[in-house]
């Protein structure tokens, strides 16, 4: 079966399978050389909280376009240290080197670090990920040892998913949409490790008839787990982080009322450390108008 034939098969299965078929693609062209870092980030895109006009491709960027080197479906990177800077990739983005940044950049599908067994450090920032139209099932970033800062993503029924250590997800805007049959959050954990820091970002799940929360932590597996600063809205329990062990922080996030199915939170309020968490109503912009009060921990 060509890759393509595993990509188009994976999307009425689970995410898990489809994580697994677009990991498991045969070798091709390597990316670009290894490339300086360049200019730092900048500071102070997003005063508020992130929504889609301070987060993604910064406006005035470039873009080269990338031939797609994986059977018209994808493109691979397999040169340690290359940075991706100001590129359209009309596909997917798949990670087979450590060290590899990704900047200022637009992917059409989805970004990948998992190799058969394998997978690899990484760093996206100042990037939009997912189609401007359709919804694809699969997660937009995943799935460890990566750094996500400014992103932008959309098209996509899961934003993030973390399914091993040192997932660092910050100052991004995660527009979710969902397919009959799909499980939609903003970010899942799936056979979690340590270290997951969701700190300063927005998920707005609100109007998604297949949910499940913008913020659903539920792994056996999750070693402390750090969530921060967020605006959520939507969702059936909006925020879920339980069965987790460790240095467990939910502290500082902000909840559109009444956005929820079922209710706010369904959480294990004994092992976590919940403080400062707010309901709110917002603009449409993503400002905080008010604070209704606030947000206690349930489950």
């Not at 750090?226 to 500082?252: E, F, P």
């Amino acid at each position: 079966m060509t890759t393509r034939s595993r990509l188009l098969a994976g999307v009425s299965a689970t995410v898990a399978a489809l994580l697994l078929a677009a990991c498991t693609l045969s070798p091709e062209a390597t990316g670009p050389a290894p490339a300086p870092s360049g200019s730092a980030r900048p500071a102070g895109r997003c005063p508020h909280h992130p929504n889609p006009a301070c987060t993604g491709v910064p406006p005035g960027t470039k873009l080269t376009r990338l031939a797609l080197n994986e059977d018209g479906a994808a493109y691979r990177v397999r040169t340690s240290g290359v940075v991706l800077d100001g590129v359209h990739i009309p596909g997917h983005l798949l990670i087979h080197a450590d060290d590899v940044t990704v900047r200022n950049s637009l992917i059409d599908g989805y970004v990948i670090n998992a190799d058969g067994p394998r997978s690899f450090r990484f760093t996206i920032e100042d990037s939009t990920v997912g189609p401007a139209g359709g919804c694809q099932t699969l997660p937009g970033v995943g799935q460890d040892k990566y750094t996500a800062v400014g992103l932008h993503v959309r098209g996509h029924s899961d934003g993030f998913r973390a399914s091993g250590d040192d997932v660092v997800i910050r100052d991004s805007y995660v527009k979710l949409c969902s397919n009959p049959g799909d499980h939609s959050d903003g970010i899942q954990t799936y056979r979690t490790g340590r270290g997951l820091v969701f700190d300063h970002n927005t998920v707005d799940q609100r109007d998604v008839k297949h949910a499940t929360a913008p913020i659903f932590l539920v792994d056996d597996q999750i070693v402390d787990a750090v969530v921060t600063n967020n605006l959520v809205m939507g969702g059936t329990y909006s925020i879920q982080l339980k069965n987790a062990r460790g240095k467990l922080v939910m502290r500082g996030n902000s909840l559109v009322d009444k956005s929820w199915i079922y209710g706010p939170v369904d959480s294990d309020c004994r092992t976590v450390d919940w403080a400062g968490n707010s309901l709110v109503t917002i603009d449409r912009s993503y400002r905080i108008t008010s604070v209704v009060g606030p947000l206690a921990c349930a489950g």
